[in-house]
């Protein structure tokens, strides 16, 4: 599944580049609100991290665009006490976000936009602390280095010089790739709050 995915998103983004009316560049900056899906039953307390990255929107037409993206991220949640007794999970990734974007100019300063996609992260470490012994301190070992979601987004541009965004990043594919007998399945949930500037247009 992960290598079909990344195929697609290969396949879209060289569509977008060689199609492309118009290209905006810009670099944007925000908080991620984290918690994630557990299975068997199970959610988990949201915590707080951030988001860096640039962005690339391309217009195949007036009112619809491809946006490219390369995210820093910081992910993240609080496992309750029925599975690691209040353990606090952060993960740092590069994410590669592709989206299909609607947009439509609402005045001459206002641009707003709704869009769907995929993202494709790289997990480059994960840390915890476990607030049942001492907020003991360590590295997540048993990490997965690739994680695949889906993505939301709302917002708008103003002035064509900002960008406001909200993303809803749903994880598709498990980030525990512990080899325990019976392993808890974590797939991360992420509300993304951004503002961005415009860099060319």
């Known amino acids: 599944m992960k290598r079909t995915l990344v195929i697609f998103i290969f396949i879209i983004t ?37 988001c860096l990255g640039v962005f690339s929107d391309f217009y195949l037409h007036r009112n619809s665009s491809v946006v490219l993206g390369v995210n820093y991220t910081q992910k993240g949640s609080v496992v309750k006490k029925r599975y690691r007794h209040n353990r606090k999970n952060t993960y740092h990734m590069f994410s590669l976000p592709v989206q299909y974007r609607i947009s439509r100019s609402v005045s001459n300063d206002y641009r707003l936009f709704i869009g769907g996609g995929l993202c494709g992260s790289l997990i480059m470490s994960g840390r915890y602390v476990d607030k049942s012994n001492n907020d003991e301190k360590g590295d997540i070992t048993d990490v ?14 103003i002035k064509n010089k900002y960008k406001f965004e909200i993303m809803y990043d749903i994880g598709l594919t498990d980030v525990n790739d512990s080899d325990e007998e019976n392993p808890v399945e974590i797939k991360t949930r992420t509300i993304m709050i951004t503002l961005g500037v415009v860099i060319d247009s």
């Open 14 to 50: 060289s569509f977008t580049i060689l199609h492309a009316e118009n290209i905006i560049f810009g670099a944007h900056a925000g908080l991620n609100i984290a918690s994630a899906r557990l299975t068997p039953g199970g959610s988990s307390d949201p915590q707080s991290g951030y």
């Open 144 to 157: 997965s280095v690739f994680e695949m979601s889906s993505i939301l987004s709302v917002g708008a541009y």
